[in-house]
């Protein structure tokens, strides 16, 4: 009975979104008569200076502080508010990088509202301005629901190619996918695994270009798993994700975790598994939570501990994780580390039904017919 809580493994992403990065190469001035040019290596900038010449309108310092924000460091505290202050000065300078940027900090709700109109003006503005990868942030706009649904596949696709044919990383990426998925194409899995090998010949990336190194990489693996115009290799395709894995992106810390806990490619390892779910977790990854609730509700690799099922669950829920909201359902309704309550139960059943979890409308009936049966016999 306890094993009917939902352990979600190896899907493929329904969404091909990026986070809250650009993935715009920094454009250095080129004017001759500028001295910053000739004797300013920001890289070798502490925030401080950068700061000094942002304050003073230097656009490049600007962007650069930007970025420090929006990715974080050892040093410097991830700060969404921060980064999208200095994006906005190097954009009202004309920086296309800055409106790239900006563009993916509302398609993304990073530190703002999530809205598309905006990130397609920002990216819009990019593209004005001499922008390439931004065509691969407004692509993702329209895959995101942005303008006519009866064109957005079209436009998607339209403007990948773009950003595809500049040679961008992260445009040869999103080609992949559109061609894995048929998104405005014919589905062909032979050319989206030629697009992700493309990106993955690049082998030490820029830093807004590590999500479309990473992200190709992950989908060459679950396309090895899954047997995509390729025979089936575990092994292969943990290699991929392991690739992914050590470079901190969480899917793919999570997809490895994956790997080790049913044994593909591997002898299972529910010690292995737990690392590097509890990698992916401390980033704050639903899925990776979700998973070290469902061992530590069955007891694999660990003690059965439903009180830390329980936790970990409602840390996955709280991002809207709808497997976590209906696992919480379960532990509601028969008291597994929690005390049981069939409303509360009721209220995360609700919540996965209204995902679309499948089992959660008749989980929905059944706890109503418990409660009605209480209520008479009381």
Known sequence: MRRIIQSILLTAAALFLVGCTTRQEQAQPEDENSQAEKVVNYSELSIDELEVLGYDGDVEAQYRLGQLYEYGSEDIDQDFDLAREWYERAAKQGSPDAWTALGYFYLN??????????????????????STEANAGLARTYLSGYGDPAQQAQMAFSYASISEEAGDLDGICLMGYLCEQGIGCEQNYEQAMEYYQRVLETEEPELTDEYAWNEAATRLGTMYVEGKGVETDERQALSYFEMAADRGYRMAQYLVGVMYENGYGMDADYGEAMR?????????????????????????????DYEETAYYQKLSAMYGYGPAQLNLGYLYEYGYGVEQDYSVAMAYYQMAADQGMEGAQEALSRVSAEMQEAAQAG
Do not use: H, K, M, R
Request: proline share 2%; glycine share 14%; net charge negative.
């Open 109 to 130: 709700g990073c530190g703002v509202e999530t809205s598309l109109d905006q990130a397609a003006s920002d990216f819009q503005q990019a593209i004005s301005l001499g």
């Open 276 to 304: 590097w779910y509890q990698l992916a977790a401390d980033q704050g990854y639903a899925p990776a939570l979700n998973q070290i609730g469902y061992l530590y509700f069955n007891g694999y690799g660990v003690d059965v």
